[in-house]
T-cell receptor, first 114, second 116 residues
Framework: AQTVTQSQPEMSVQEAETVTLSCTYDTSENNYYLFWYKQPPSRQMILVIRQEAYKQQNATENRFSVNFQKAAKSFSLKISDSQLGDTAMYFCAFRRLSQGNLIFGKGTKLSVKP | DAGVTQSPTHLIKTRGQQVTLRCSPISGHKSVSWYQQVLGQGPQFIFQYYEKEERGRGNFPDRFSARQFPNYSSELNVNALLLGDSALYLC???????????????FGPGTRLTVL
């Protein structure tokens, strides 16, 4: 069975600084998808960034980028130029190619301080 | 376009009661998935429906059931409520069943269920 582990329950960063959130996963699959979701206090889950396992190039979306290490089964999220609006729970998620359901980690609570 | 909508926003029930939660997907989306998010945890998959048929089920007891209607909206039913069923219930929709494609899931705001 696939598992997703986020080892940092809470993190904080100063506004405009850079922060990296960690995620590791366990799977025997070779092709799959990985995601980072953001859940602000308003609780609406929003997709931040996604990565297809067969792509070697790390995904980037504006201030958000990932470091995907397939052999190490690691998928970290880097947030550059942190903004107050980045304060939220961040969840790492895994999905098999052939299934629709997402498998989530326990989340990391990120606080951006002014 | 409207996003995924869920009703009600909040719900308070007592142990042993039954509850029905509702979800309307984004227009044109045919797949709906349900997740349970207990406080302090990540969401856990309960069901996926596509074209009115169950296409996936998570590790939840038979007290949990769901259905999808011809307009692709969905209901999640939970019978014989337990204190441990208190959680945020999230609905997500996507355009297809995912096979071979990325098919992003879009989440609704959730229904907060409290069981006393």
């Amino acid at each position: 069975a696939q598992t997703v582990t986020q080892s940092q329950p809470e993190m904080s960063v100063q506004e405009a600084e850079t922060v990296t959130l960690s995620c590791t996963y366990d799977t025997s699959e070779n092709n799959y998808y990985l995601f980072w979701y953001k859940q602000p206090p308003s609780r609406q889950m929003i997709l931040v960034i996604r990565q297809e396992a067969y792509k070697q190039q790390n995904a980037t979306e504006n201030r958000f980028s990932v470091n995907f290490q397939k052999a190490a089964k690691s998928f970290s999220l880097k947030i550059s130029d942190s903004q107050l609006g980045d304060t939220a729970m961040y969840f790492c998620a895994f999905r098999r190619l052939s299934q629709g359901n997402l498998i989530f980690g326990k989340g990391t609570k990120l606080s951006v301080k002014p | 376009d409207a996003g995924v909508t869920q009703s009600p926003t909040h719900l308070i029930k007592t142990r042993g009661q039954q509850v029905t939660l509702r979800c309307s997907p984004i227009s044109g989306h045919k797949s709906v998935s349900w997740y349970q998010q207990v406080l302090g945890q990540g969401p856990q998959f309960i069901f996926q429906y596509y074209e009115k048929e169950e296409r996936g089920r998570g590790n939840f007891p038979d007290r949990f059931s769901a259905r999808q209607f011809p307009n692709y909206s969905s209901e999640l039913n939970v019978n014989a409520l337990l204190l441990g069923d208190s959680a945020l219930y999230l609905c997500a929709s996507s355009s297809t069943q995912f096979r071979g494609g990325l098919n992003e899931q879009f989440f609704g705001p959730g229904t907060r269920l409290t069981v006393l």
